[in-house]
């Protein structure tokens, strides 16, 4: 009965502020996995393949925070349907062309996905892919052994994902 009036409890509470369940237990997942990352990265015990496997996780939970900010916002469709068709190659592209090309929009022009990532109005769209970006970019991050910029990305990512929530509301 207890688990019972949980889950009616957390499914009304999804509803009452417009976050699906799915997209409740997508922010629950990224933001504990980032969590369990972020111990890892202070007591200095990060294991590079573990880490992989849980970013891939984030990845999965952010690309379902996409689809809601999508339906939302379906001006952002053209976005997440070419960082869809990219996202293999994303998930193996070096830092600095996660950084360069997809997190400050270098080869995201409002041609080619819809939205402008750099005025002002198209601000908010950045956060769905910035929650999807700083993931793979603590992992690159963590791969060169570099700590301090994992530690700023990923909380940089949970950040974001805080901001995707308040868009989904």
Wanted: without cysteine; aromatic residues 6%.
């Amino acid at each position: 009965m207890k688990t019972f009036l949980l889950t009616i409890n957390l499914l009304f509470s999804s509803f009452a502020f417009g976050v699906s369940a799915e997209e409740k237990k997508a922010l629950e997942t990224y933001e504990s996995l980032g969590k369990a990352i972020l111990s890892d990265i202070n007591a200095n015990k990060v294991k590079v393949d573990e880490t992989e496997k849980k970013v891939a996780q984030m990845v999965e939970a952010s690309m379902v925070l996409f689809e809601g900010f999508a339906k939302k916002f379906p001006e952002s469709q053209k976005l997440l349907d070419h960082i869809k068709s990219q996202l293999s190659a994303l998930k193996t592209a070096s830092f600095e062309v996660l950084e360069k090309d997809i997190h400050d929009g270098g080869k995201l022009g409002k041609d080619l996905i819809g939205v402008d990532l750099k005025s002002e109005a198209g601000e908010k769209y950045t956060d769905p892919l910035h929650t999807l970006v700083h993931p793979l970019m603590t992992l690159k991050a963590l791969e060169k052994k570099d700590l301090k910029a994992a530690k700023e990305e990923l909380n940089e990512g949970l950040e974001q994902a805080k901001n995707m929530a308040k868009h989904l509301k």
